[in-house]
């Protein structure tokens, strides 16, 4: 069974960085993407980042241009690097790996962004 780690979550204030990692138990490359999610209370779960099996990245809009998603290969990780944090980045990350219709879920890691 593939597992999924997410660690890094926590308390920030707006406008500081925090850096999200995600160990999976197999090597990456045999997943066609690994993304980030988030769950706020009342919304549905939203893809935050991807990055597929070839280092293509994509983001979703309300990231983009702040946070960056990046992967070191050698000890199956990938990182969510979070920058100019904001009070409705607040939620639940968490962590899927995706080999054709199946999905890996991780545990999830809460990170509050206060003003």
């Known amino acids: 069974q593939v597992q999924l780690v997410e660690s890094g979550g926590g308390l920030v204030q707006v406008g500081e960085s925090l850096s999200l990692s995600c160990v999976v138990s197999e090597n990456i490359f045999n997943f066609n993407d690994v993304a980030w999610f988030r769950q706020t209370p009342g919304k549905e779960r939203e893809l935050v980042a991807r990055?597929?099996?070839?280092?293509?990245?994509d983001y979703g809009d309300s990231v983009k241009g702040r946070f960056t998603i990046s992967r070191d290969n050698g000890q199956n990780t990938v990182y969510l690097h979070m920058n100019s944090l904001k009070p409705d980045d607040t939620g639940i990350y968490y962590c899927r790996a995706r080999i054709l219709s199946r999905a890996f879920w991780g545990q999830g890691t809460q990170v509050t962004v206060s003003s």
């Open positions: 990055i597929n099996v070839g280092g293509v990245t």
